[in-house]
């Protein structure tokens, strides 16, 4: 069936039930529907008719030649569409198949009625063909003018007939009896139909009323239409203005009225209409359908149908005003809105895209976004539209559009998915707004970001940089043992290390002031260190001072340096010191060792040159005066003290060639217990107030400097004889011991407390103590042996006993 506009579900329905015999035409003559009574009167069937042309539905008796049914309503029906007015048409034959034979015709006289229906809009929206079925009428006619006529040519040959008076005065009454009963029988039928029809309105599910007579009395409401009005069966025999007085003045009656003085049919549709229900008045919509009713050929009621349609106009107007409402606020918004249909096109763009873009609504349909998107943008974003498009997803994109300055601007676009009441997909909505600053702040904070991480990285670095560097100096101060401390001038208050408390004999945990510092420091240093300070606080000098300390703990004397710099505040104020702290009381001992030793060597030198001077003096003044004078011992003299000296120098000179490392091993194959019997018979010869006792060894031959070794040797012998009593015994040994030998020379002199002997071979360490205060020496005899033999791969030790004796060994 072609498509052409045709009449909603239900008021076919509606029109189905109707109590008259009607068929629902297209604008184009095919079967929309028939009325029940129809397809009675025409044995056809709803089904096989719907959607066929009528003709093809419905054809001319193919038995009768001349039959012009078809052509007859073609005609009518044409004249319908042409004018768009009813055409009454004149009694058409038109034969139906009988549904007993479907190869035969029924007679069949019909008087059809072609009535266009149009729409609010005025266009023909259907046509009613409405038929009277005439038959009986027609064939009772044809048969009383066949009768007539049979009895004017029995007038007419009333003699010839005469004779068959009798018979034809019978046939007369049969048919007359016939006739009567065709009446009855009509009579019934027509019962039937009204009880039909009756029947047919009060089990509509439509609601249904039949007005009769001019006030409009209810004859038939069904219950569907009671529930409209809310009202109920009472109102039937009752006028419309009794029944339903609300609806006095409203215009639905006036409409009724026009079909009741008219006769036109009519269709109304979401007429509005007050009525009041439970008794509250209610207002509602209905689409309504009004049929004259006729009795003969006067109108004599209507018949009224009723479709509520509240809900869809009630929809449909907040549909309006939300459309409305969406409108008027998207135009007022500064916020980018826009409609895009089901095929992905424009379909509305508010103001303030007007306003960015400077687009017209006239091109929106030719709209191409191509030439306003960001060249490095379009395909990207267009992929990802469709893509969205396709799965009916809502999105979010970004992108550069041009404005209407011509620049680059950045939006991000939310689109949101639009569907209609059924659920169905029917574009976007979307909503956009400018970025470009905030893309603007982003590239900005993004450049600051990689700026921070680039700092953060090197601060990381130097961090680590730091730490290495502050490992670093925590392992220089533990090497060097410095203690470290931090002094805050405004506050007194010092922040020290472990070990600077350890140094002072400090507390280990708790705060320190500089007063407890200053407990420690020796009375004689405390000006000193007062000054230090106060120029720190006053001026910003930089500390070094040297002073000594009594140990809090152990009373022990101690040297402190301390070494600091002096840091200002943000104002240029003095602040705090850093300072670092060593113990140098090991220097300090060492430079008092030196001063004592170059006051012993002053003093040496000296004795042995006021002799020579002595000598010289004396000879000058005799070689003047004795002429034949021999001064051969004064000479020998001078020799002993030159060769005494030359010893003292030789034993100095060595030292400094061994601090400056130029000290050399000759070394050589020597036998080390030959050299010791060398050396022993040698001290022999020298000194008297000693006994030497040998004790030797088969012969070891070493690898070694014989000269150095021989001065260990001889160190050794000539400290026995200087720290032992006279005439005391010295014993020289010389053993092997797992192949090495050892040498040692034991004496029974002072001896040396444990305390000391630890320090003994250090350079100018002396031990002092009453008695060996009056001897001679420059602690460097140790110090020089105990190098020599540890530069020879040996080693050097001493036992000893105060009071008893000591006993020198060494082994290489
Ligand atoms: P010095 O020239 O003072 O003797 P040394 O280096 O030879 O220098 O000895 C260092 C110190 O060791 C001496 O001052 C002395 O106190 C102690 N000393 C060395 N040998 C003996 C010893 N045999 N008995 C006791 N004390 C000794």
């Known amino acids: 069936m072609p498509q052409s506009k045709i009449p909603s579900f239900e008021t076919l329905k509606a029109l189905e039930a109707a109590p008259a015999m009607f068929l629902v035409l297209s604008v184009d003559f095919y079967i929309l ?18 959607g066929k042309y009528i003709f093809d539905a419905f054809s001319d008796n193919p038995s009768i030649k001349d039959a012009d049914g078809e052509n007859n309503i073609l005609a009518s029906l044409k ?31 019909w008087e059809p009625t072609h009535t266009p229906i149009f729409t609010e809009d005025g266009e023909l929206f259907y046509i009613i063909q409405s038929v009277n079925n005439v038959t009986e009428q027609i064939l009772s006619r044809l048969d009383a003018e066949q009768s007539r006529d049979d009895n004017q040519a029995n007038l007419q040959q009333v003699d010839a007939l005469n004779k068959n008076l009798a018979s034809a005065h019978d046939e ?25 029809y009756r029947n047919v309105i009060e089990h509509s599910p439509v609601a249904m009323q039949v007005f009769r007579g001019k006030d409009m009395t209810f004859e038939i409401v069904n219950d569907a239409m009671l529930q409209f009005l809310g009202k109920t069966s009472d109102i039937i025999g009752k006028s419309l203005f009794e029944g339903v007085p609300e609806i006095v003045g409203q215009p639905i009656v006036e ?31 209905y689409d309504v359908i009004y049929r004259a009713l006729y009795d003969h050929d006067q109108v004599a ?28 606020m998207a135009e007022k918004s500064d916020i980018l809105i826009s409609l895009i249909d089901d095929k992905g096109q424009l379909e509305y763009l508010n103001n303030a895209w007007y306003i960015l873009t400077g687009w017209s609504d006239s091109n929106l349909q030719t709209f191409n976004w191509e030439n306003y998107l960001h060249p490095d943008d379009h395909a990207d974003i267009m992929q990802r539209f469709f893509k969205v498009f396709e799965k009916q997803q809502d999105f979010v994109n970004e992108f550069r559009l041009l404005d209407s300055d011509g620049n680059y601007r950045w939006i991000r676009l939310r689109g949101t998915t639009r569907l209609n009441t059924e659920g169905d997909f029917i574009g976007y909505i979307c909503s956009g707004i400018d970025i470009t600053d905030e893309k603007q702040h982003f590239l900005e904070i993004e450049y600051i970001n990689k700026a921070l991480v680039h700092a953060n990285d090197q601060l990381v670095n130097a961090n680590l940089r730091l730490i290495d560097s502050e490992e670093r100096l925590l392992t220089a101060f533990d090497a060097g043992e410095l203690g470290s401390c931090t002094l805050d001038l405004k506050t007194g208050k010092a922040d020290m290390s472990v070990r600077y408390r350890k140094q002072y004999g400090l507390p280990l945990e708790d705060d320190i002031s500089w007063e407890m510092v200053l407990e420690a420091v020796e009375p004689e240093f405390l000006d000193e260190v007062n000054t230090v300070l106060h120029h720190a606080i006053e001026f910003g000098t930089p500390v070094d001072s040297t002073y000594a300390i009594k140990h809090l703990i152990t009373g022990e004397r101690r040297w402190m340096r301390v070494v600091g710099k002096v840091y200002q505040d943000e ?4 602040e705090r010191v850093n300072a670092v702290v060593m113990d140098v009381t090991g220097q300090k001992e060492d430079e008092q060792r030196k001063n004592d030793f170059i006051a012993m060597v002053s003093h040496e030198l000296k004795t042995p040159l006021t002799s020579i001077k002595g000598y010289i003096q004396l000879l000058q003044h005799k070689t003047k005066n004795i002429a034949a004078f021999d001064g051969h011992s004064f000479v020998d003299k001078i020799q002993i003290q030159v060769k005494k000296m030359n010893t003292m120098i030789n034993g100095f000179l060595n030292i400094s060639r061994l601090e400056s490392g130029k000290i050399q091993l000759n070394k050589s194959n020597f036998d080390l217990c030959a050299l010791a019997n060398d050396l022993k018979n040698e001290y022999e010869a020298l000194i008297t107030t000693h006994q030497i006792v040998y004790s030797p060894c088969s012969e070891f031959w070493v690898h070694a400097d014989e000269d150095k070794i021989s001065l260990v040797i001889n160190n050794l012998l ?24 050892v040498l040692s020379v034991r004496d029974a002199g002072t001896g040396i407390s444990s305390d000391d002997i630890p320090k003994l071979f250090d350079r100018y360490y002396r031990v002092q103590n009453e008695k060996t205060n009056i001897i001679s020496g420059f602690g460097i005899g140790l110090y020089l042996s105990a190098e020599i033999i540890e530069r020879h791969g040996g080693k050097i030790w001493v036992e000893s006993e105060l009071g008893t004796g000591s006993t020198f060994y060494f082994s290489i």
Do not use: W
């Open 33 to 50: 529907t028939a009325s029940d009574l129809f397809l009675q009167a025409t044995n056809s069937n709803r089904e096989n008719i719907i």
């Open 79 to 109: 004249y319908v569409v042409a004018h768009g007015k009813t055409h009454l048409m004149s009694v058409q034959r038109y034969d139906i198949v009988d549904s007993n034979h479907p190869d035969k015709f029924i007679v069949r006289y």
């Open 172 to 196: 007369l009454i049969a048919l007359n009896i016939s006739l009567e009963s065709d009446v009855i029988n009509r009579t019934e039928e027509l019962l039937a139909s009204e009880r039909k």
């Open 255 to 285: 409409a009724l009225y026009g079909v009741y003085n008219t006769g036109k049919p009519l269709e109304i549709y979401a007429e509005k209409v007050d009525l009041v229900r439970d008794g509250v008045k209610t207002a509602g919509y």
């Open 301 to 328: 009621g209507v018949l009224g149908i009723a479709i509520d349609v509240t809900p869809q106009v009630l929809a449909r107007q907040t549909i309006v005003e939300s459309e409305a409402r969406f409108r008027n």
């Open 571 to 574: 104002e240029g104020i003095n």
């Open 718 to 741: 000539s400290n026995a004889v200087k720290y032992s009593p006279t005439n005391s015994k010295i014993y020289l040994q010389c053993e092997k011991v797992n192949q090495q030998v």
